[in-house]
């Protein structure tokens, strides 16, 4: 399943250009063929996923041939450098099915897409006695931008509170937003703890109809299924490449083009501005009114080439393979005594499966599984309130992509059945 094959077909949810098959995909990720003293079991895509060839080789060939600045040199290999830079940020609209490539813009990762709105348009219109409304599990990015907005104005924030299995009580917003004080709705599309896939245009639909302004969170979800911001109908999405078999230092916001032309410039700098006396500036037109400075365009490029790798595979082919597994994975976990999976049951929540397992701390679990080349992670997940709420201080969690694969799972629970032996209850 060679990523050169690239597609533009369908954008999210196309058709796959070749029958879905792990292990063929699994073959165009160098680390699994890299030589180590136990094979690599990873199942820490959450955290972040792994990189196809042809991600590396386009971010290559980038610096191997047209290394330059963007936007900035007439001469060739800057053109062919600018050239390759947009081209990335137009197949992020059309994986996103955004209205135009204006609406993207590109960011360090989704935290500095989520900050950018709270900094731009959360501190132009959000005012002393403004409420916001968030969820209790959501990542401390869309926790933290808000807290530190509502410190320095006076902002309540509300929560969306959440059901037994770990979903949110939809029922409940429109009675958090009845007194018309919350101008902003903000949520996570899935849960990177408890794999719980939100309703997203339904959230989208009540807060639009009280006068609220949306973020989603798509971290996790545009990794892992058709994501159709239009579809969606929320005003801004937050995505990071390094989920999305792309590399680290970028990510992107989507924002409705009006509201991204009405809010002034986050970051001030080089390649933002359209004329600069000593005293005052103009600003560019967008996107790049929100591009300061020198971007990550090796990044960009590779974000581009994973972009059509997932476009080749198929979202909808990547979501049900994630389905399969978590369906494998809830199933053979609960072989295991005392283990306790946090979130509703399969068939509601992406590839992610976080446990407890009662008398073992979860470092311990995933120090023993370390033992036999198993990667998970342990700790909040960067979800301490949710962790709160749950009643538990920490867990493990097993989270899969395009490459996992069953033998995986078989491999995860015979190392945790040795961890339950080494800590008996
Ligand atoms: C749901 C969710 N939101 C936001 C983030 C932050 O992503 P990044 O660190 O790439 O900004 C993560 C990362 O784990 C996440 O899972």
């Not at 798509?218 to 994501?227: D, F, K, R």
């Not at 103009?282 to 020198?294: C, H, I, M, Q, S």
């Not at 295991?336 to 446990?355: E, Q, T």
């Amino acid at each position: 399943m060679s990523a050169t094959r690239t597609s533009d077909e369908g954008a999210a949810g196309s058709a796959p250009a070749a029958p879905f098959d792990p292990r063929v995909v699994r073959a165009d990720f160098p680390i699994f063929a890299t030589a180590r003293e136990k094979p690599l079991v990873y199942l820490d895509s959450a955290a972040t996923s792994q990189k196809p060839r042809a991600v590396l080789d386009a971010m290559d060939r980038y610096y191997a041939t047209c290394n330059a600045n963007i936007h900035r040199g007439v001469y060739r290999i800057a053109e062919e450098a600018t050239t390759l830079y947009e081209d990335a940020r137009r197949r992020v609209a059309v994986f996103l099915n955004a209205a135009s490539p204006r609406e993207i813009i590109f960011t360090r990762n989704s935290t500095e897409a989520i900050n950018l709105v709270a900094h731009a348009w959360g501190r132009t219109y959000l005012k002393d006695g403004d409420a916001i409304v968030l969820t209790p599990m959501e990542h401390h990015s869309n926790l933290v931008p808000w807290h530190l907005l509502a410190a320095e104005r006076r902002i309540e924030l509300r929560f969306i509170p959440l059901t037994g299995p770990g979903e949110l009580d939809v029922a409940a917003l429109p009675g958090l937003m009845a007194d018309g004080r919350v101008k902003l709705v903000s949520f996570v599309h899935v849960s990177n703890v408890l794999g719980t896939v939100n309703p997203a245009a339904e959230i989208t639909r009540i807060a639009h109809s009280h006068g609220a302004t949306v973020l989603v969170d798509a971290s996790q979800s545009a990794a892992h299924l058709p994501l159709d911001v239009r579809a969606i109908g929320a005003d801004f999405v937050a995505c990071t490449a390094h989920k999305m078999l792309g590399p680290t230092g970028i990510g992107m916001l989507w924002g409705r083009r009006a509201l991204l032309e009405a809010m002034p410039p986050f970051l001030g700098g080089g390649e933002m501005i359209r004329e600069v006396s000593l005293t005052s500036s103009k600003w560019n037109e967008l996107p790049w009114k929100f591009e300061a400075g020198t971007m990550p365009i090796a990044e960009a490029v590779g974000l581009g080439a994973a972009i059509a790798y997932l476009q080749t595979l198929g979202m909808a082919n990547v979501f049900a393979h994630d389905r399969e597994l978590v369906a494998y994975g809830m199933e053979r976990v609960a072989e295991v005594d005392g283990l306790k999976v946090l979130g509703p049951p399969a068939d509601r929540r992406g590839g992610v499966i976080a446990f407890t397992i009662e008398g073992i701390h979860p470092h311990d679990i995933a120090t023993v599984l370390d033992d036999d080349g198993i990667c998970v992670r342990a700790g909040h997940h960067c979800a301490m309130p949710l962790h709160d709420a749950l009643g538990v201080p920490a867990s493990a969690r097993a989270s899969f992509h395009c490459y996992s694969l069953r033998e995986e799972i078989d491999a995860l629970v015979a190392g945790l059945q040795r961890a339950r032996k080494l800590f008996p209850r």
